[in-house]
């Protein structure tokens, strides 16, 4: 009778009468190797704590595989522009044989050339040639200029009273 990590015990049965491929002296020595190292644990750390790595171990080794058989968006295969009723909707067919319809398409493209006049860059260019901040800081540069002229202005102002003021008292 063994017990496993996880505390159920199994009944060893011996594979009498079944053919199995006997292990190469390497590989005796290795599963010897693991096992005096797995007591060796046990006995330092205590059953409990060893329990307890390995049953994390597991989730971890169950959370691995689920990340990497994680499924990735299938490739676009084919697609059909609807336009019979109402607003353009496009219908796109993936490779897992999925569809997906999207729909006031026209809305979507018409939000789309806004934006684009409205920053002022080209979406045929990659965004690498252009600068879309260039409207944003043209726009800071005009109002940093208002507002020093301003203060040019103003200041200007408030110099000539002051002159105007001691020509006065001079007289």
Known sequence: ??????????MNVSLAGKATASPTEGE???KDADTNLKDKLVNLLGKNVVT????KKLHFDKYCDKMLKRKKSPKITNCKVLT??????????REDRSDEVISNLKIRLDQ???TEEELKIDLNKPLKEQDP?????ELANKKRKRTSDL???SGQQTNTSHQVQHEEYGH
Do not use: C, F, R
Request: net charge positive; no cysteine; charged share 20%.
């Open 52 to 55: 307890q790595y390995y049953t």
């Open 1 to 10: 009778m063994v017990e496993n990590a996880s505390g159920a015990t199994s």
């Open 151 to 153: 203060k040019d202005h």
């Open 84 to 93: 019979k009723k109402g607003p353009i909707t496009l219908k796109i067919y």
């Open 133 to 137: 901040l260039n409207e944003l800081n």
């Open 28 to 30: 005796k020595n290795t």
């Open 112 to 114: 789309l050339t806004q």
